[in-house]
């Protein structure tokens, strides 16, 4: 059995997409080396969601990074989460609008144009016809780390205030995690992104990391190209090691 395939096994979830949508994504994730100066490392991160939403549109013409046409119509409606957010997150991260006067209490993940506009922002050279693809993926993957953290959640002590609930979060890409480069050091695969996501339990804070990997499934190809989430809580807590160890014994 070859690395890849080892690497797809030890992976803690997957999420599988079709072979146009992946390339979409994966020359999306390629985009993050900038095509001009970068305004940070960090290729997302929850308290940069409102500055995001409330910036200007970008002129459209051709000598600009990233790709926007005339006739190029991007979506500027929202998707609500499935992702409780902490009371006590920053008032303004989420920058929920939602036409009736109650709230979800849930994150709402960014528009096509919010994508769009965001990687532009940041000189990624985006493509505008990429968006109705990535964002959604994107979506996906995010919700499919919730679920997986909801799993190491459970009967953790967080069903007695209404379950856990995401604080922050923040992503960056060239920041390899031990157990990603350990896993470089004998064949496996680098990750393509990475997220440190803050979870709130009960007022508890518990921080979970996540790596990204891509690959084909064992499907035989039926299913096409795959994402490859290895979910789990930091070793930077006794909490964070007390988990760990409890699920590598086989307690939790």
Avoid at 43 to 60: L, M
Avoid at 74 to 93: C, F, H, M, Y
Avoid at 97 to 108: K, V
Avoid at 232 to 242: A, Q, T, V, Y
């Amino acid at each position: 059995m070859d690395a890849q395939k080892k690497q797809q096994q030890q992976s803690g979830s997957s999420c599988p997409v079709d072979d146009d949508a992946r390339a979409a994504w994966l020359r999306t994730q390629a985009s993050t080396q900038p095509s001009g100066e970068n305004e940070g490392g960090a290729s997302c991160n929850s308290s940069a969601i409102d500055e995001t939403a409330r910036a200007p549109r970008w002129p459209r013409n051709p000598s600009s990074s990233g790709t926007l046409s005339d006739k190029d119509k991007l979506a500027t409606e929202r998707v609500i989460s499935s992702i409780p957010r902490a009371s006590d997150s920053a008032a303004l991260a989420n920058n929920e609008r939602e036409t009736s006067a109650s709230r979800t209490g849930n994150w709402i993940y960014p528009s096509e144009q919010m994508f769009f506009d965001a990687m532009r922002r940041k000189n990624f050279g985006p493509n505008s016809e990429d968006m109705k693809t990535i964002v959604p993926i994107h979506n996906a993957v995010n919700e499919r780390a919730w679920s997986e953290i909801k799993r190491w959640e459970r009967d953790q002590g967080g069903e007695k205030c209404g379950g856990p609930k995401l604080h922050s979060f923040s992503g960056d890409s060239q920041a390899m995690t031990p157990r990603a480069r350990l896993n470089t050091l004998v064949g496996y695969t680098a990750p393509f992104d990475r997220h440190d996501w803050v979870v709130d339990r009960c007022g508890k804070k518990i921080d979970y990391v996540i790596d990204f990997y891509s690959g084909k499934d064992e499907t035989g190809g039926r299913r096409g190209l795959s994402f490859y989430l290895d979910v789990r809580p930091k070793l930077n807590s006794w909490e964070g090691l007390r988990m760990r160890v409890a699920r590598a014994w086989g307690s939790a």
